[in-house]
């Protein structure tokens, strides 16, 4: 029989079915998209602009400095991830690119210690992070300095010599009270403005270039070491190398959904509960006209404590709940295939919420160079 041609909204409920990934005791299930055109039989799922308008959204749960979670609701995983790969890897940031060793005389070998500083997150004036410009390595035939400039280097510079502290007590075991400089942090490192980089780079102190955590422990030294280094930083991006990433953390997961089929009652409540994170399960009483509502598993059960979904979106899905006899049948799990919820921690260059906004600028940009050789590609062929 040939197909209708007419063309029909699905049910809510197959929706549901359709866009829910199965967590099954030892499977998962319906982890494919298949909302595209011609997936389901009279159903048209071509996009749609305005229906993505209508139904996408972003839910902001925790938004602090440099730690932000959030959700984005109504996209495909495809979409989620590019969000993902930007922002670790496509948006630019300053970190230490060349060292200058005068002298090291500690025990940490120079490239070992040329590394340690490369990966030191620093931070500064937002607005001459912004404004500063590219590096490039000079050509074979240029001077070292050739393409070095105020608006493309920070110069920084480490000096520290280890001595003895003659006032320190003479049964003292701390090297820190022994010595001047044992420790070597990253807040010995100094900030040495070039051209008009303290106009950038000066005034308040949170515009002044300086170690996102100054405790950071670069070496230890003994009396006689001593470390002498100029450093240059330069703008560069994550898929280049790790110290340019601007997030220590980016990462998404899907929302969990937990629904429970038969009433879980008693004992069997507590323990259910004990089988997710804590805040995922609430434990609440029978009321009496549940305990009165005819088919509702409740009957004669009023005062009882009974098991609840409080909040689903602190469950890790484990599945432990799939491991207790008791519970068979009595509860489904599953995720939500168009709800992620990212988690973004900036590793202090940039705030947690502009790390979002930017790489929203920058897939908009790659779709803007994109679509032109698209429409080329369809109209020659």
């Not at 993505?52 to 730690?67: A, G, L, P, S």
């Not at 025990?107 to 490039?136: C, N, S, Y």
């Not at 075991?173 to 000066?202: C, M």
């Not at 004669?300 to 689903?312: I, M, Q, R, W």
């Amino acid at each position: 029989m040939a197909p209708s041609s007419g063309r029909r909204a699905p049910s809510a409920a197959e929706i549901e079915q359709r866009n829910t990934i199965g967590i099954n005791k030892e499977t998962v299930t319906n982890t494919v998209s298949d909302a595209y055109p011609d997936n389901y039989a009279n159903e048209d799922h071509a996009w749609d602009k305005e229906d993505f308008r209508r139904t996408f959204k972003v839910q902001f749960h925790q938004n602090d400095q440099f730690e932000a979670q959030f959700s984005l609701i109504g996209i495909d995983a495809s979409i989620a991830n590019a969000f993902r790969r930007i922002l670790i890897a496509e948006i630019p940031s300053l970190a230490i690119e060349t060292v200058f060793i005068n002298n090291n005389t500690s025990v940490i070998q120079d490239e070992v210690l040329a590394h340690r500083l490369g990966l030191i997150p620093f931070t500064g004036g937002k607005k001459g992070l912004r404004e500063m410009g590219f590096w490039r390595k000079p050509g074979p035939e240029e001077d070292a300095y050739a393409t070095t400039f105020d608006t493309n280097t920070v110069s920084l510079k480490l000096v520290a010599k280890c001595t003895r502290n003659k006032d320190a007590a003479k049964d003292e075991r701390e090297p820190t009270a022994l010595y001047h400089n044992a420790h070597v942090y990253a807040r010995d490192i100094e900030f040495t403005p070039i051209g008009n980089q303290a106009k950038w780079f000066s005034g308040a102190p949170e515009n002044e270039i300086r170690p996102v955590n100054p405790d950071i422990l670069i070496a230890k030294m003994r009396p006689g070491q001593e470390i002498d280094i100029e450093m240059h930083m330069h703008k560069g991006f994550g898929w280049d190398h790790a110290k340019y990433s601007p997030v220590a953390t980016a990462s998404y997961r899907l929302l969990p959904t937990i629904t429970i089929l038969s009433p879980v009652l008693g004992a069997d409540a507590e323990k259910f509960a004990k089988c997710f994170m804590p805040g995922v399960i609430g434990l609440e009483k029978v009321t009496r006209q549940e305990a009165r509502t005819q088919g509702s598993g409740y009957e004669d059960h009023e005062g009882e404590l009974k098991a609840v979904v409080k909040d689903p979106m602190r469950d890790t899905v484990s599945r432990e709940v799939l491991r207790h006899p008791e519970f068979e049948g009595k509860v489904k799990l599953g995720r939500r295939k168009d709800h992620f919820i990212f988690s973004i921690e900036s590793v202090g260059q940039w705030d947690s919420d502009e790390l979002f906004m930017e790489s929203v600028k920058t897939l908009k940009k790659k779709c803007a160079a994109l679509r032109p050789q698209v429409t080329n590609m369809v109209q020659t062929f």
